[in-house]
């Protein structure tokens, strides 16, 4: 399946760049999609909280914070076998055969983000303005045939079983998105009456699009045999649709100076509102918050590269064969469309994208409730549910999640225990420490000490003039 191969190419490139982030991520920081989880719900780290509530930024008591910077990386995946153990082992093939599989149907995700520098500065009349910038990275595997992704590695022999069928109609979709931001926002008490407060905040975000690459197999059906004379698998008596996208830079060639530079993209916006009920025994800290907060609204434009952004029929006759290794040595994923026009018969072109595409952002929906339990003691439980469609081309998307967060946190240290759940990894637990302005932690840390279907880990700092009350 040469649709398939260049599919598989998919997750090889991005596993490929994924590997070689998230292990900067994990081993250099020491350091799904609840990003920062548990941290999240701190009310000592404004920079983190913001981004699942800007309005969150009106709780800062301090003349000013500063976020020097934080990493933030997850993978995770429908058949994943994951673990704590194999961390230090892990490779591009490791990772593959562990992250996606062999099933027939698997969906994976993969992310990575870095925030900061950013401030935050409270001003006499007009509320907390903050200034960010954000680099975030989102890999989506929809219905991948990890059949097809071990047979282009030399183990599929081992793990598939050949001659084995793809399809009937079968729709795929593989795809990896960069993106730069410059984040303007503000937040301020909106309402306020005996016990009751109300507060409001923005976020307007400008949105520059590093890198944008896709590959789409539809209405696709095939046979896949071994040769064992080559040895070499290889896909026959094929058809379907396949469609190429690739815009920006290759995820391969991606420096650190790319983090930084912007380009022509888009504008995005979170909006979100948060209520405090404030007991009269103690007014200071509120007794309970309810949260409710929209986030990533909007698109980023991308201008494809004609010569990789390409629209082909597939049809392989029975007694031909397209060979997964001879046609696919030396491919990339944003330059799978290479592939595809050495064999003209195979895949005959029928259209060509010149034109400007747009790429919605992750928008989801979040909603909290925070209720002090006593001093320093906290519950808190959140939702956040996905507003894109799964296995859009259009969109980058997350997963929805539930997680229920037990903490404890004064002015110098901080402890969170983060329950989640997610229809991809199913329950997570993990552990978030914070240590005066340095924070630590991992969503699965506990789950991943075992078999789990999701690893991932953060790591940052950030100071402000004087210490947070809760």
């Not at 996905?386 to 859009?392: A, C, D, E, V």
């Amino acid at each position: 399946m040469n649709i398939a191969s260049s599919y598989i190419r998919h997750p090889h490139i991005s596993m490929h760049y994924v590997a070689s982030l998230l292990l900067i991520l994990f081993f250099i920081n020491r350091s799904y999609a609840q990003n920062f989880a548990g941290i999240r719900t701190s009310n000592k780290v404004g920079f983190v909280k913001q981004l699942v509530n800007p309005a969150f930024k009106a709780d800062m008591p301090d003349k000013w914070s500063v976020h020097i910077f934080s990493f933030q990386g997850n993978l995770a995946g429908s058949n994943a076998s994951l673990n704590w153990s194999s961390l230090p082992r892990l490779t591009t093939e490791t990772l593959k055969e562990k992250w996606v599989s062999s099933s027939k149907n698997t969906f994976v995700f993969a992310s990575a983000e870095m925030l900061g520098p950013a401030v935050m500065w409270r001003t006499p009349k007009i509320g907390v303005l903050s200034f960010s910038t954000r680099s975030r990275l989102y890999v989506n595997g929809y219905n991948l045939d990890g059949r097809i992704i071990a047979d282009i590695d030399d183990h599929g022999v081992e793990m598939v079983s050949h001659p084995y069928t793809v399809g009937p109609k079968l729709f795929m979709r593989a795809n990896n998105t960069m993106l730069n931001e410059l984040v303007l926002g503000w937040a301020d008490k909106i309402w306020e009456k005996g016990a009751h407060q109300l507060r409001g905040g923005v976020n307007v975000k400008y949105i520059s699009g590093v890198s944008n690459a896709s590959l789409a197999i539809e209405e696709f059906n095939g046979t896949v045999r071994y040769n064992k004379q080559l040895p070499d698998s290889y896909l026959t008596d094929a058809s379907g649709v396949l469609s190429t996208r690739t815009a920006g830079k290759s995820l391969n060639h991606i420096g650190l100076f790319d983090l930084f530079k912007m380009r022509k993209g888009g504008l995005g916006a979170d909006i979100g509102f948060s209520y405090e009920f404030h007991s009269r025994e103690e007014k200071k800290t509120y007794l309970l918050k309810f949260a409710l907060a929209l986030n990533d609204i909007g698109a980023v434009a991308f201008q494809p590269d004609s010569k990789y952004s390409i629209n082909y029929d597939v049809s392989i006759p029975a007694n031909k064969q397209f060979y997964f290794h001879e046609g696919l040595s030396g491919s990339e994923f944003n330059k799978a469309a290479s592939v595809f026009d050495k064999y003209p018969a195979y895949f005959k072109e029928t259209a060509v994208a010149t034109t400007s595409y747009r790429i919605g952002l992750p928008t989801t929906l979040n909603w909290s409730v925070d209720y002090n339990l006593d001093k320093g003691f906290f519950v808190n439980f959140e939702a956040q549910e996905n507003l894109r469609k799964i296995g859009s081309p259009a969109a980058i998307y997350t997963y929805s999640f539930y997680a229920l967060t037990p903490r404890y946190e004064n002015d110098r240290v901080g402890v969170f225990l983060p329950l989640s759940y997610n229809p991809l990894s199913k329950m997570q637990a993990g552990l978030a420490l914070r240590f005066g302005p340095v924070f630590i932690g991992s969503g699965s840390l506990f789950t991943a000490l075992g078999k789990s279907k999701q690893l991932d880990g953060f790591f940052g700092v950030s100071f402000s003039k004087k210490a947070t009350k809760p």
